[in-house]
């Protein structure tokens, strides 16, 4: 398995906020804005912090793959 956070960097474009900016608004650390940035896995504290911010749900800003071996 593995995870996309493509959603949420569409939601950036959309609002027109930088990747920065949403990390010092949502209060997540730059390890956990460089672990999204790779499509690494995050706490499920750093994805609320950024569901609160965006007002949506974790389905709105990933998605779980399921990566044929």
């Known amino acids: ?3 996309s956070y493509n959603k949420l960097w ?3 474009i959309d609002s027109g906020m930088t990747k920065t900016q949403m ?3 949502a209060d997540i650390s730059t390890t956990a804005l460089a672990k999204l940035g790779k ?3 995050v706490s499920m504290g750093v994805l609320l912090k ?3 911010l965006f007002d ?3 389905g709105d ?3 779980v793959i399921n990566e044929e071996a």
Request: aromatic share 0%.
């Open 1 to 3: 398995m593995a995870v």
């Open 10 to 12: 569409k939601l950036l």
């Open 23 to 25: 990390r010092l608004q």
């Open 39 to 41: 499509n690494e896995t």
């Open 50 to 52: 950024i569901c609160k």
């Open 56 to 58: 949506c749900n974790v």
């Open 61 to 63: 800003i990933m998605d």
